[in-house]
């Protein structure tokens, strides 16, 4: 997933599935149909975004007891119950 369409052709020619959210694309969406629809293992974010977005999308993409990596810089304006409810770390 980036905003970076240069980036996303490289990581095509590599086999990866790719996410523009720039181009309406949903990161959300895009996660769940890579997992068919179990929610992704982990998250890696290397953001740099005062946003909280990334998180929140990571979160709601993830699978119960999935894990998310915060690299980046991001906002952190969480909703609780997202990682609550599926005891994410």
């Known amino acids: 997933i980036d905003f970076d369409a240069a980036k996303l052709?490289?990581?095509r020619q590599f086999g990866a599935a790719t996410c523009n959210p720039g181009q309406g694309e949903d990161p959300v969406?895009?996660?769940?149909a890579a997992s068919q629809g179990r929610g992704v293992d982990g998250v890696i974010i290397t953001a740099s975004?005062?946003?909280s977005d990334p998180v929140s999308q990571a979160a709601r993409m993830?699978?119960?007891r999935g894990r998310i990596v915060l690299v980046g810089v991001a906002g952190l304006a969480l909703?609780?119950?997202d990682f609550y409810e599926k005891e994410l770390s």
């Open 79 to 81: 909703n609780r119950a």
């Open 62 to 64: 993830s699978r119960k």
């Open 49 to 51: 975004t005062k946003s």
């Open 29 to 32: 969406a895009a996660g769940l």
């Open 9 to 11: 052709t490289l990581a």
